[in-house]
């Protein structure tokens, strides 16, 4: 039981540059979150998805795409980063809404 | 107005001694309160969750919910310095979605 992972842990970016940030868990749970985490602001919602096949747009969602593949997968895509997306990335799933959230151990994301 | 407020410290507490971390949040529907611990360069792990008024205990720590000042509170007892961390307060105004705090960064001084 590995909880959520995440790929990759560290990255480095030129703008303009893509990528997808992938994120998968093991706990059977509906509900997965993408937060991005800056000094300062804390903890921000870009996307979230409270079950298999709905997304829904968080706090932060413009410059992110996002798919949920399955119950177990939820991707976060940069089509053409820029330097104010560096920043921590976290997965997260929960059961339910107000269940425990279980976060995954983080993408630091820098864009050059 | 952010939806949930923290003092972002640091606070400082000598070891054994109770720390208070405090929380205030806008939504006055908001349904559930967490209190997550974060080391540095490390993810969020949740410690203690509140849904109904009072307080709610679980080893040394304790959260304390007032929904009529929209306020919320984390006391460790006994602190450690093992309890140096940065400690997050969330909310759930409304369906899935969680609100963080900026974090409240705690030292304990050995």
């Known amino acids: 039981n590995a909880g959520v992972t995440q790929t990759p842990k560290f990255q480095v970016l030129k703008t303009g540059q893509s990528m997808t940030l992938q994120c998968a868990q093991d706990m059977n749970h509906n509900s997965m979150y993408w937060y991005r985490q800056d000094p300062g602001m804390g903890l921000r919602l870009i996307y979230y998805s409270a079950s298999e096949g709905t997304t829904d747009k968080g706090e932060v969602p413009n410059g992110y795409n996002v798919s949920r593949l399955n119950k177990r997968e939820f991707s976060l895509r940069l089509e053409s980063a820029a330097p104010s997306q560096t920043s921590v990335y976290f997965c997260?799933?929960?059961?339910?809404?107000?269940?425990?959230?279980?976060f995954g151990p983080g993408t630091r994301l820098t864009v050059l | 107005q952010k939806e949930v407020e923290q003092n972002s410290g640091p606070l400082s507490v000598p070891e054994g001694a109770i720390a208070s971390l405090n929380c205030t949040y806008s939504d006055r529907g908001s349904q559930s309160f967490f209190w997550y611990r974060q080391y540095s360069g490390k993810s969020p792990e949740l410690i203690m969750f509140?849904?109904?008024?009072g307080d709610k205990e679980d080893g040394r720590f304790t959260a304390q919910l007032n929904k009529a000042s929209q306020y919320v509170s984390l006391l460790i007892r006994d602190s450690q310095p093992s309890d140096s961390a940065t400690y997050l307060c969330a909310v759930t105004p409304f369906g899935n979605q969680f609100y963080f705090g900026t974090g409240t960064s705690l030292t304990v001084i050995p």
């Open positions: 997260v799933s929960s059961g339910t809404g107000t269940d425990t959230q279980y």
């Open positions: 509140i849904y109904s008024n």
